[in-house]
């Protein structure tokens, strides 16, 4: 605690959570209901910087009692977006690939894996019903974006005729963003972000992905995304989030 | 009608649970019942199959580690925001568990299933994922009506016991679970349920028109006891919250063999929050 | 997340309802909107797809009364311990609604998969009753689970509105139903909810940890109206009980087409329980 | 209200309606939860009575706020049913047959009855789980016990495979006790009540139905239960059914 910035990897202007905060809470953007999941900052933090934009915006953060709009227990959540009514979520997990097939629960085999994570919680289901889906794979590398998953947590590519209210359309790394076509079954770069390049992308990415005649630069966080963040969104994050509030979105 | 027994505390309602049963557990901070479950561990059960509902965290971590488990059933297992559950994933890997993957809806469809004793439930999604190809007991349907579309269907989950921890129940034996209404589903669901509490008041909580909807009837239940403070270090909300400095100590520990060890004789020896 | 608008009252409500759209309406003594009813009557819709929830009485009585309903599904309607609902009988007797009979757990099964968009819900039993041999939408499937056995599967009910009356909601938009739980799951399938309540208090009652249980969440709420005592003369239960008078009145009345008539145009003269 | 006995019929020691009501709650004997739905005094005065006898009985009665143990809305009850949670469940209507269907729908053709009635309400489902069931029709004819109801508002016969978890097992009348076969798909005469014969049975039943050697009479209410309904059961039943109470159930 004697230094809060220690391991901050900062530009001029924005940290490189900044960036990653800014660029996804822009994915949101036609969303009203967010819930963001158990170990989420950096989600919470784009819902909460979507709130700032949009008034009718909401995000409901796990961790946080104040934050949570369900009165019905741990199915509710999963009725409400069968509804259609939970626009935005946020998956995490130890692999993607090309197919945005996500791996949450094992490396190696299964079900004896050589190292097990904790499960696959809703996401299976949560695939066909979240109209927005986000992949946040912020540790960008050929072990994590892969080929093919070691185990399937989730997958979007089921049946055509399967009841569906929505699919994964993001994913996003430390390094880039791309957009998931559910049709081709395949990712297209959207945009590298600043300070990385296509070449990068490339060498670090285990699975192919559609590239567009130019390659755009990921937008940096304008002025007032970064007040925002380091204001009343940090301000909201520091009670699920105290540690990431502190260290992470230090005013600088 | 059919009352609960009220019995001394939480180690009479660990002697009821025989060696194999089939145990649902509440996801962390929906009702936990911790002091329960070191009585399980004290009580040396073995072969226990727990599932969760649909999430587990340190209470099934402490059952694995203390060996008294044969599988577990769940979504997830994890200490939240302190990451991996040490001893599942080392109990998992180390092929001393049968793990059987779940994802969320499907738990909870599981045991709506089986408090309505339907066979079945459907679900939706779940398509592609090797959740789906590793359970034998999932199904993919047509459903009967049209558009004729697949769906999967998932069994009944009826467990043996169902045990929680509530703020509340009164001498009529109405516990009150509040917003956590997955614990009904998994207490009707049950062939018994065992319940540990906070509190014990006299007035019939069925006859209080703010607390009666957040209420498990007395019917459902087979045995309560007083246990004060019996979901600690996990929160109890809107009772008491986490008791962070206790989870982190756990998370820590529970990273070796040897730690946890110590950890569990710690918690066995002067119980609980009071230490 | 979407929040539902307050209109001035509940005429505004009822302007909201197209001739011809299915309406869920709670079973009496649940929050039967009757204010609102008068209101809808005032309007002249006509055509209306009445859904009991399960049952109904009084309102469905009133509205086939005034010549507003084309269909009415539901699992009985009576004026409960006052004996049939008179008008209900005569316009089945003369046919002049359709009656689309069911029975009480396939219609929560029904509103219960609509909520949860699956396509169909199972339900114990029916076998051999003309209910389900009238019921072309219903099916019987086999489990596809060992032992296989025969079941009766019913379609998801999903109305285009679902109304009723509730003893209060906040400012936020959320509405206390208490213990009826059934009208959580005919909100959440309807496609639009339409809700009249005694009180509206600007404490926001989603962090109420009594009242939150019994909290329909104002995300599923489209449009609310105060309208105090909305429900008489029907029973609110916690609130009030029923005006066992004017439903003896009634009663009285809706055995004639002409007593009915006149009980109709007094009521929709002076208004509510004040006379 | 000058002549509160008016119209009631009475032997010299207990009325008609005391016979059924004492007769009736004899046949929950191996129950412990009863519910008793919209106008049923008898049968809420049965269970009442069977609560007086056995502690371990509970009757909820419909009407009475303070005797629901339910908290969760209509379909809760059709839940503890399927459980097999609920062990007695008393069913009147219009019609009954041989075979235990009874009709609550109307009569003459469907759906355009010559008189329709109120509905099937969760009889149809209930014929399955409730484990002891008593059809009551006290109005004993050969318009109300006929050879086959006019509409099926609920029938036990059902694919033997079926989930079931009860059935019909008694029908009481005016006239007689029977008792239901499930297998045989028959009922079978099992007393005639005081004044009344197996002749006049026959007579006034539609249906044809099973005797055994010797015809019983069906016992009369004993002091103890009379005592027992005159006081605290009429008292109960004060709440919910106030002029049953009243009129039919008055101090002798």
Known sequence: M?????????????????????????????????????????????????EQVDPGFYVAVHGDPGRTPFVDGGAEAFDMAAQGRLDVFVFGGVQVDGKANINLVGIGPYPQAKKRFAGTFGAASLFYLVRNIVLFFPKHDRRTLVEAVDFKSASAIGPKEAYRTGSPRWLLSERCLFRFDLEKERFTLVSVHPGHSLEEVREHTGFSFDVTDRVEMTAVPTTAERELIRGPVRDALSKPYPDFARKLLARQ | MSSPRFEANAAALAALIPDGASVAVPSDNSGVPMALTLEIIRAGKRGLRMIGGPTAGIQVDMLIGAGCVASVEAAGVSLGPRGLAPRFC???????IKIIDSTCPATHAGYIAGEKRLP????????????????????IITNPFPPHQPLVVVPAINPDISIFHAPLADEHGNVWVGKRRELKSMARAAGKVLVTVDKIVPEDLAGNAELAPGLLASHYIDRIALAAGGAWPTALP?????????????????????GFDRYLHRALTPRGPAQ
Chains 1, 4 share one sequence.
Do not use: C
Request: proline share 5%; charged share 20%; no cysteine.
């Open chain 1, 2 to 50: 004697s230094n809060p910035m220690a391991g901050i990897a900062r530009s001029d202007t924005y940290s490189k959570e900044e960036l990653l905060i800014a660029t996804m809470a822009r994915l949101f953007g036609d969303g009203t209901f967010m819930t963001a999941g158990v170990n989420s900052p950096i989600p919470a933090a784009a819902g909460l910087l979507r």
């Open chain 2, 90 to 96: 080392a109990a998992v890997e180390g092929g001393e």
């Open chain 2, 120 to 139: 079945f439930m459907a679900v939706h999604g779940i398509f592609g994922s090797d959740v789906l190809t590793h359970r034998a007991d999932w199904k």
């Open chain 2, 238 to 258: 809107p009772v008491h919250p986490e008791d962070g400095a206790e989870l982190d100590a756990y998370a820590a520990a529970a990273q070796t063999r040897e």
